[in-house]
């Protein structure tokens, strides 16, 4: 709260093993910059956390970040026979 209070702005990266209070803590962290009316973007990197935060949203959402999706990325499964032998 230090960097709101001296309006020097800034980014907070928090993590932590899960249930350990993050999301807890990040809503908080929103409330109390929100509640001061300054601006307060909560991103993360999937769609599933982002819901987990007040007004979340992902990063490559809210930042308009390219993504470079190479053909390479994809595996094609054209019928039946090829999953055969694949361990799901
Ligand atoms: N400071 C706190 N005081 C009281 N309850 C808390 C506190 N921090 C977390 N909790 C409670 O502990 C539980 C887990 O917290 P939370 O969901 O924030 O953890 P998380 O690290 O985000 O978990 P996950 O990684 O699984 O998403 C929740 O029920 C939350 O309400």
Redesign the pocket.
Known sequence: MNRINNNTGGIIYLD?????????????ILAEIRAEKHIALALASSGI?AT?MEGGRTAHSALQLPLNIAEQQFRYVKSQEHLDGVNF
């Not at 932590?16 to 908080?28: E, V, Y």
């Open positions: 932590a093993p899960g249930g350990t209070g993050k999301t807890f803590l990040i809503n908080l956390a987990l």
